[in-house]
C-alpha cells in the first residue's frame, strides 16, 4: 500500500489522487484563549474546570487552586517507534472523565513551566472529542496567573466523582500516506513547526534522517510566542499567511513526535483555517526510507 503512495508522492500516477472538496471555512473560536482577569472573575464558577499541564512535581509544589494535573501518559499512547498518538475515543473519555470533565464542563488549561506545546496538546486532544469550544487556554500560564497576585496552593484537589461526557469526534489528524499522496497538491500547506536548524537538515536531532517533508515550509513553533505568552493572533495570521496557510487551503502541521506542532495547530484553528495534525510527525516520516526528505 506503501509503495503505491510512494508512487502517488512522487507524481507519477497524480490521476489516482482523490479529488479533494473546495475548503470550506470553519468557525473561529473567540475563547480559545482566557486572560487572568476572567479566570479571575470565573474561578468559582459552576461547571469549571481547571487542568494543570506541567512537571508533576511543580504542580505538587504550586498550582492554582482546585486545578487537577494533566498526565500526558493518560492521554497519549505510543509505540517504539510513535510517541505521543492519540488513543482511542472511549479512552480519552474516560481519562477526561477522570480529571472531572462533563457535559456541563468548560475546560481551561494552563501550563506551568515552559510547557506550552504540550498545552496545546491537551487542548488538541479535547478538539478531536468535539470539545474545542468548550475548551480555553489561559495566557501566560501560571507565570502570569503568580504575577497578577493569584493564589496558588499546594493542597490537592478533593476527588472526582465521574459525570457524564458527550462527545461528538472530529478528524483531527493525517496520516503518514494521506500526506505522502498530496505533497504535489497545490491546496494543501505543510507546515514543519520544528526550529530551522532541524527544517534545513543541519541538525538530524534523534530521528534516522536529517531533512523536512518535501515542499515543508518553516513556522517554528516558538515564533508563535513571545515572552511567555501566546503571540498576538493578528501577528500569528500573519506569519501563517506569509507561509501561504491561509484562507482556502488545508493546512497540516507536524513536528518531531507530534506535539510542538500543535502550537501552529492551535493558532490556525482559532483563526477558523482548515488544519490536521500529521500525527506520525517526521519521527514516521523519516523511518520510511523509500520516502523523500529535502534538505
Known amino acids: ?22 475548503v470550506a471555512p470553519q468557525p473561529q473560536l473567540p475563547t480559545a484563549v ?22 508533576p512535581d511543580g504542580y ?13 501518559d493518560a492521554i497519549t499512547t505510543g509505540t ?5 498518538e492519540l488513543p482511542a475515543v472511549d479512552d480519552l ?12 464542563s468548560h475546560v481551561v488549561l494552563y501550563w506551568d513551566a515552559d510547557w506550552v506545546p504540550p498545552t496545546t496538546r491537551v487542548w488538541f486532544t479535547l478538539d478531536r472529542l468535539g470539545l474545542a469550544e468548550r475548551a480555553s487556554i489561559l495566557d501566560g500560564g501560571l507565570t502570569a496567573w503568580q504575577a497578577a497576585g493569584g493564589a496558588v496552593t499546594a493542597e490537592a484537589p478533593s476527588a472526582v466523582v465521574p459525570g457524564r461526557l458527550t462527545t461528538h469526534p472530529r478528524d483531527v489528524t493525517v496520516g503518514l500516506e494521506w500526506v505522502a499522496a498530496r505533497l504535489q497538491d497545490s491546496t494543501v500547506v505543510i507546515l514543519d513547526t520544528r526550529e530551522p536548524r532541524f527544517w534545513n537538515g543541519s541538525d538530524p536531532g534523534s530521528q534516522p534522517r536529517a531533512g523536512r517533508i518535501p515542499g515543508a515550509l518553516n513556522v517554528p513553533y516558538s515564533s508563535l510566542l513571545r515572552d511567555g505568552r501566546l503571540l498576538d493572533l ?24 507530534g506535539q ?3 502550537v501552529a495547530y492551535f493558532t490556525a484553528r482559532r483563526l477558523g483555517y482548515d488544519v ?7 519521527q514516521q516520516w523519516s523511518r520510511h526510507t523509500e520516502l523523500p526528505v529535502a534538505r
Open 260 to 262: 510542538q506542532a500543535t
Open 34 to 55: 482566557v486572560d487572568v482577569a476572567w479566570l479571575q472573575a470565573h474561578l468559582h464558577n459552576a461547571g469549571l474546570v481547571l487542568l494543570h499541564v506541567g512537571p
Open 276 to 282: 490536521r495534525l500529521f500525527d506520525g510527525s517526521f
Open 1 to 22: 500500500m506503501l509503495t503505491c503512495t510512494l508512487f502517488l508522492a512522487l507524481g507519477l500516477v497524480p490521476a489516482l489522487v482523490p479529488v479533494l472538496p473546495a
Open 93 to 104: 473519555v474516560r481519562a477526561f472523565q477522570a480529571l472531572g470533565v462533563t457535559d456541563d
Open 60 to 72: 505538587a509544589r504550586a498550582h492554582i487552586p482546585g486545578a487537577r494535573l494533566v498526565r500526558m
Open 234 to 257: 493578528a501577528d500569528a495570521d500573519g506569519l501563517l499567511r506569509a507561509a501561504g496557510a491561509g484562507p482556502g487551503k488545508r493546512i497540516v502541521t507536524y513536528c518531531h513526535r
Open 80 to 84: 517504539d517507534t510513535l510517541a505521543l
